[in-house]
């Protein structure tokens, strides 16, 4: 009889202590709700272009761009890149940005970047008035300016000149470029 006592007494202190050593259950994963990546496409003194892409999300789903840590924009996306315009930022001026949503109370988040606006132009302009074509021979247009830099300028149009016999020429010049030093049709 002492002996049944103590093979319980044993089976009773092993479950006992296999019990005590038994680590608590891990807990299942949390659902893979996909991944966000931002980057910076382009800035100007106002304005920012930003490309989200997302990787596993399932769509629609509610967006919301975060701007220095504050909701800027919340945005309903229905596939997997797009492309954000970002309005009246301040000139010169760094933004932190960020996209977040949340599902099943799991908040997933793009990464972190910075868009640095431009700053604005001394608005210190020089101006010059040119005059192209002759008004006997018709009238003259421009109707687009390309500025590549200060001695190359490029206008197209319809700029009616005379012909070398001094008679209105019917048929318009249609691209104007400055070099310089003068214009030449």
């Not at 509610?62 to 220095?68: A, G, Q, R, T, V």
């Not at 604005?120 to 109707?143: I, K, R």
């Not at 500025?147 to 010049?173: C, H, L």
Request: charged fraction near 15%; charge should be negative.
């Amino acid at each position: 009889m002492k002996n049944i006592y103590k093979l319980t007494l044993i089976l009773l202190l092993t479950f006992l202590f296999w019990g005590l050593n038994c680590s608590e259950p891990t807990p299942p994963p949390p659902p893979d709700n996909g991944t966000l990546t931002l980057s910076v496409l382009e800035t100007s003194c106002t304005e920012a272009w930003v490309e989200l892409k997302t990787n596993g999300v399932t769509f629609p789903v509610s967006i919301n761009l975060l701007k220095d840590n504050v909701i800027a924009q919340a945005i309903s996306l229905s596939n997997s890149d797009t492309s954000i315009y970002i309005d009246s930022p301040l000139p010169n001026k760094s933004y932190q940005l960020q996209a977040q949503f949340v599902i099943d109370n799991q908040t997933t988040s793009s990464n972190k970047l910075t868009a640095q606006t431009l700053d604005t132009t001394s608005s210190n302009f020089t101006w010059q008035t040119y005059t192209f074509g002759d008004p006997n021979a018709g009238s003259s247009h421009l109707s687009d300016v390309a500025i590549i830099d200060e001695n190359n300028i490029w206008a197209v149009g319809g700029i009616y000149m005379d012909d070398s016999t001094g008679q209105p020429d019917p048929e318009p010049y249609g691209l104007v470029h400055w070099d310089g030093n003068k214009w030449n049709l």
